[in-house]
């Protein structure tokens, strides 16, 4: 015989699901190094070296910038892009030459790759662009000076030939 309804136990169940995440973490690595680029790089004074560095990894790595041991940071002449993957850095002088580093880490890990930079010293030419100007009316002056003896020569060749040229006058 069963039991009466009311001696059953009853049973509610309430079941709530949510959304589960599972992370997964990865040691960061280079996409792009400055190596990648040019092992050596070498800029005259003056003008402007760009150093590139691409990273992955989860959490997305922090990229930094280093200068021998020192940390770069922004200055009149050294900028970096949005995520520091690129180094600019401009109106190079000589002691920006050196052993550059980008350093990526991330909770995992810390990886670095290198450049080296070398800066050749200035060979007289200045910023303002006097130099250029220079060379430029130096130029100008020679074609014109080689002109004029081209005209003085044709004009004295000319000036020979009819002197002696031969009339036949019957």
């Given at each position: 015989?069963?039991?009466?309804?009311d001696?059953?136990?009853?049973?509610?169940t309430?079941?709530?699901?949510?959304?589960?995440?599972?992370?997964?973490?990865?040691l960061?690595s280079?996409?792009?190094?400055?190596?990648?680029?040019a092992?050596?790089?070498?800029?005259?004074?003056?003008?402007?070296?760009?150093?590139?560095?691409?990273?992955?990894?989860?959490?997305?790595p922090?990229i930094?910038w280093?200068?021998?041991?020192?940390?770069?940071?922004?200055?009149?002449r050294?900028?970096?892009?949005?995520?520091?993957?690129l180094?600019?850095?401009?109106?190079?002088?000589?002691e920006?030459?050196?052993?550059?580093t980008?350093?990526?880490?991330?909770?995992?890990g810390?990886?670095?790759a290198?450049?080296?930079?070398?800066?050749?010293?200035?060979l007289?030419?200045?910023?303002?662009?006097t130099?250029?100007?220079?060379?430029?009316?130096?130029?100008?002056?020679?074609?014109?000076?080689?002109?004029l003896?081209?005209?003085?020569?044709?004009?004295?060749?000319?000036?020979?030939?009819?002197?002696?040229?031969?009339?036949?006058?019957?």
């Open positions: 015989r069963a039991p009466p309804l001696a059953q136990p009853i049973f509610f309430s079941l709530r699901v949510q959304s589960l995440s599972l992370f997964s973490t990865v960061p280079f996409l792009k190094t400055p190596y990648d680029v092992a050596h790089r070498v800029v005259s004074v003056g003008e402007t070296v760009v150093l590139q560095c691409k990273a992955t990894g989860s959490p997305p922090r930094n280093l200068k021998g041991d020192h940390s770069l940071t922004v200055t009149e050294h900028h970096f892009t949005p995520g520091n993957q180094l600019i850095v401009r109106n190079v002088v000589l920006d030459a050196g052993k550059y980008c350093e990526i880490s991330n909770t995992v810390t990886e670095r290198h450049s080296q930079v070398s800066v050749l010293p200035s007289g030419c200045r910023k303002d662009g130099t250029f100007g220079i060379m430029t009316i130096a130029v100008v002056c020679s074609i014109v000076l080689t002109s003896v081209w005209v003085c020569i044709i004009y004295q060749t000319r000036k020979k030939s009819e002197e002696y040229s031969v009339t036949n006058t019957g």
